[in-house]
């Protein structure tokens, strides 16, 4: 994959970083998730909600059924991009029951394999434009939209410069071009006042994937969920951007040194996702992972499991509390409020 970039970039010239962004996760020779390796789950390179804990699917089953009560629809459907392994999609449709179709979309290969096999019930599909439109339900996301590639902006005196990729004695390097219009457009509108040397990350395609999805309902909710903030709460993070990688559960070396090799993610620019859905005629709200959970039933359902452990300590099953416990350790862990209570949730209604 390096060397191929390498080749792409001596023949052609620098690169803007979504496009090596875009080839390194998703090319189709050597992308990070184009491979037949599935790479979200416990054995893989992050481990995300859905794969700490069932009962976050679960818990998203309540919302799903509110909504439908909300738009008066007895069979929902469910969408879920960036659908991993179907770790969230699977305890969501077992505890939901009746559903009016469900789509899976996945740009990964072995994640689209895994798909089939655990939920076999829906429609795979490699891309969001392969989802029916006029949709009556709910469209899911979670830490999708950190995966999706970015351009790189960096606060100069006069405004911005953008980061592109190069090659200098034989290794990728960035390389500072001027900014184009909708990269210093989109800068200007929401990376706030940062100060000059500040890299931003111009999440332009984030923004188009939200406004398509909004696009996608008649009627229902998008719920997008993942790491990142507004503006104001980004900005002490802009000094040196928030890109990074990750491989095999730790943060990996500079983007460019090992593409193909290793995730590449970023903060949400949630202040911006909100405004392309609002601008899509959606009615947006912004809540933390830990209370949108705990206002869906999810600590009730937490102490429920408590009781069951101290039933079975008394009774004396001993796996059976093991594995309560762990569950309930599992459920835990998707409310601490420094690590996946901290994550965001936007949900977009239409
Ligand atoms: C970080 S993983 C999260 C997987 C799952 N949602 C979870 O929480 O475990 C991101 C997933 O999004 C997929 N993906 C990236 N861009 C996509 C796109 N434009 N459409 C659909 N899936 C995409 C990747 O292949 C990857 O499986």
């Given at each position: 994959m390096r060397d191929a970039l390498i080749a792409r970039i001596e023949a052609g010239g620098p690169m803007p970083f979504e496009e090596f962004m875009g080839a390194a996760l998703y090319g189709p020779a050597g992308g990070f998730f184009a491979g037949p390796v599935l790479r979200s789950e416990k054995e893989g390179d992050f481990l995300t909600s859905p794969e700490v804990s069932p009962l976050f699917g679960e818990t998203l089953a309540g919302f799903v059924r509110s909504e439908a009560d909300r738009i008066g629809e007895t069979?929902?459907?469910?969408?879920?991009?960036?659908?991993?392994?179907?770790?969230?999609?699977?305890?969501?449709?077992?505890?939901?029951?009746?559903?009016?179709?469900?789509?899976?979309?996945?740009?990964?290969?072995?994640a689209r394999a895994a798909l089939a096999g655990r939920v076999p019930e829906a429609a795979g599909v490699e891309d969001l434009g392969r989802v029916p439109g006029g949709l009556r339900g709910v469209i899911l996301a979670n830490e999708?939209?950190?995966?999706?590639?970015?351009?790189?902006?960096?606060?100069?005196?006069?405004?911005?410069?953008?980061?592109?990729?190069?090659?200098?004695?034989?290794?990728?390097?960035?390389?500072?071009?001027?900014?184009?219009?909708?990269?210093?457009?989109?800068?200007?509108?929401?990376?706030?006042?940062?100060?000059?040397?500040?890299?931003?990350?111009?999440?332009?395609?984030?923004?188009?994937?939200v406004a398509a999805a909004v696009g996608l309902l008649e009627r229902g909710a998008l719920v997008v969920i993942d790491y990142g903030d507004i503006a104001e709460g980004l900005l002490p993070r802009r000094a040196g951007g928030t890109l990074r990688?990750?491989?095999?559960?730790?943060?990996?070396?500079?983007?460019?040194?090992?593409?193909?090799?290793?995730?590449?993610?970023?903060?949400?620019?949630?202040?911006?996702?909100?405004?392309?859905?609002?601008?899509a005629g959606a009615e947006v709200?912004?809540?933390?992972?830990?209370?949108?959970?705990?206002?869906?039933?999810?600590?009730?359902?937490?102490?429920?499991?408590?009781?069951?452990?101290?039933?079975?300590?008394?009774?004396?099953?001993?796996?059976?509390?093991?594995?309560?416990?762990?569950?309930?350790a599992d459920g835990r862990t998707l409310l601490h409020p420094r690590g996946l209570g901290d994550f965001r949730v936007m949900i977009a209604r239409v």
């Open positions: 069979e929902p459907a469910v969408v879920e991009a960036g659908a991993g392994s179907g770790s969230l999609l699977r305890p969501l449709l077992d505890a939901l029951g009746r559903v009016g179709g469900v789509w899976a979309v996945e740009r990964s290969p072995a999708l939209l950190d995966n999706l590639p970015a351009a790189l902006a960096v606060r100069i005196p006069q405004g911005w410069e953008e980061q592109w990729v190069g090659v200098a004695d034989g290794a990728l390097v960035p390389v500072g071009v001027p900014a184009r219009p909708e990269v210093a457009a989109w800068a200007d509108a929401h990376a706030g006042e940062v100060p000059v040397g500040s890299l931003v990350e111009v999440q332009i395609e984030a923004g188009e994937w990688t990750y491989r095999a559960h730790h943060l990996g070396p500079d983007p460019l040194l090992e593409p193909g090799a290793t995730d590449i993610t970023m903060d949400v620019d949630f202040a911006a996702l909100m405004a392309a859905a609002g601008a709200s912004l809540h933390r992972q830990d209370d949108f959970l705990i206002g869906l039933g999810l600590e009730d359902r937490l102490a429920a499991l408590r009781r069951r452990e101290l039933e079975l300590a008394a009774t004396g099953d001993a796996m059976e509390r093991l594995r309560i416990r762990s569950a309930l």
